[in-house]
């Protein structure tokens, strides 16, 4: 499996984004897919997975701002992400497990100015 992130950018506060996971398989044949992020300094942390049921949980810190879907014609796994702030400034990565397998995607990096 391979995973191609992408979307990131130097943005402001308050701003939108759009990152995009695209898988090199079918992502329903994931057991889940998930983004992760790590800021300066800090360690990776989950933001949001999402099973292959269609079950997604979020990172309290981005609950109501930050959305995952998915589709599955580009097999892609998207994160919007709104109202970003100077905390969520990090490289965001994506995650896929798959028959006990894990795999990441290379990380795009989200950079927010104050």
């Known amino acids: 499996v391979q995973l191609q992130a992408s979307g990131g950018g130097l943005v402001q506060v308050g701003a939108s984004l759009r990152l995009s996971c695209l898988a090199s398989?079918?992502?329903?044949?994931?057991?889940?897919m998930g983004w992760y992020r790590q800021g300066p300094g800090k360690e990776r942390e989950l933001v949001g997975i999402?099973?292959?049921?269609?079950?997604?949980n979020y990172a309290d810190s981005v609950k109501g701002r930050f959305t995952i879907s998915r589709d599955g014609a580009k097999n892609s796994v998207d994160l919007q992400v709104n109202s970003l702030k100077p905390e969520d400034t990090a490289v965001y990565y994506c995650?896929?497990?798959?028959?006990?397998?894990?795999?990441w995607g290379q990380g795009t990096l989200v950079t927010v100015s104050s």
């Open positions: 398989g079918s992502i329903f044949s994931m057991s889940d």
């Open positions: 999402i099973t292959s049921s269609g079950s997604i």
């Open positions: 995650k896929a497990r798959k028959l006990f397998r894990t795999y």
